[in-house]
Every structure is written in structure tokens, then in C-alpha cells.
Nanobody, 128 residues
Framework: QVQLVESGGGLAQAGGSLRLSCAAS????????VAWFRQAPGKDREFVAG???????????RVADSAKGRFTISRDNAKNTVYLHMNSLKPEDTSVYYC??????????????????WGQGTQVTVSS
């Protein structure tokens, strides 16, 4: 059972930056596909970005169109942690952000049902 703990959320001004962290309880996390989702009140859960292992040392990444050019995802395997770097924040980025993980099955699914483990979420609020 992999436990995920998100941190780094908070309040930011439009145009600002935040970095979210997703720390895992197991070292096998390094071979998991990990993704960030977000869900605002009254809206569906939305895929934001994901990372999947493609080789012994390499990972692929995918970012949703709504975040492309502004958000990036990175991993620090020594810390069993995946980061979501958010720049040029907009008020519409306000949401609860969740980290999700699953054993790699090929690709980076944007369907949350493909992920087995979820964190508790961290609130991001962007003021205009």
C-alpha cells in the first residue's frame, strides 16, 4: 500500500508560482506512474500533469493543455517525491490538487480511475 502526502499548496497571486510536492512511503514509487489532478467545487476532476518511467533512468511527462507552458512535473527519486511546478498562475487554477500513483502500465493515463493510490489533496488558491 503506497501512501502519498501532498504539500506546498497555499495562496498565490495571479502570475505567481507555487511548487507542490507528493511524497511517497515506498521506494518502489520510482517506477510508478504518477499524476497530478485537480478538482474545483462543482467541477469534474481534471488531469493536470503526469510522469511515467520509460527506461532505467528516463521518464516521460505529459501536461494538460490548460497547464502547458506554465506547469512542469519533475521527480526526485532519492526523496521518493514528485513535484508540480506551477508558474504564471491564474485564478482559474484555484482548486484542490491531488497526487495519484499506479504501477506503470504504459503511458500516462488522464483518467483518474486508472490510478490506485491517492493523496489527501492540497488547496491552491490564486487571487486576481
Amino acid at each position: 500500500q503506497v501512501q502519498l502526502v501532498e504539500s506546498g499548496g497555499g495562496l498565490a497571486q495571479a502570475g505567481g508560482s507555487l511548487r507542490l510536492s507528493c511524497a511517497a512511503s515506498e521506494r518502489s514509487f520510482t517506477i510508478y506512474t504518477v499524476a497530478w489532478f485537480r478538482q474545483a467545487p462543482g467541477k469534474d476532476r481534471e488531469f493536470v500533469a503526469g510522469s511515467s518511467r520509460i527506461s532505467w533512468t528516463g521518464y516521460s511527462a505529459r501536461v494538460a493543455d490548460s497547464a502547458k507552458g506554465r506547469f512542469t512535473i519533475s521527480r526526485d527519486n532519492a526523496k521518493n517525491t514528485v513535484y508540480l511546478h506551477m508558474n504564471s498562475l491564474k485564478p482559474e487554477d484555484t482548486s484542490v490538487y491531488y497526487c495519484a500513483a499506479a504501477p506503470s502500465r504504459g503511458g500516462i493515463p488522464s483518467d483518474g480511475n486508472e490510478y490506485d493510490y491517492w493523496g489527501q489533496g492540497t488547496q491552491v488558491t490564486v487571487s486576481s
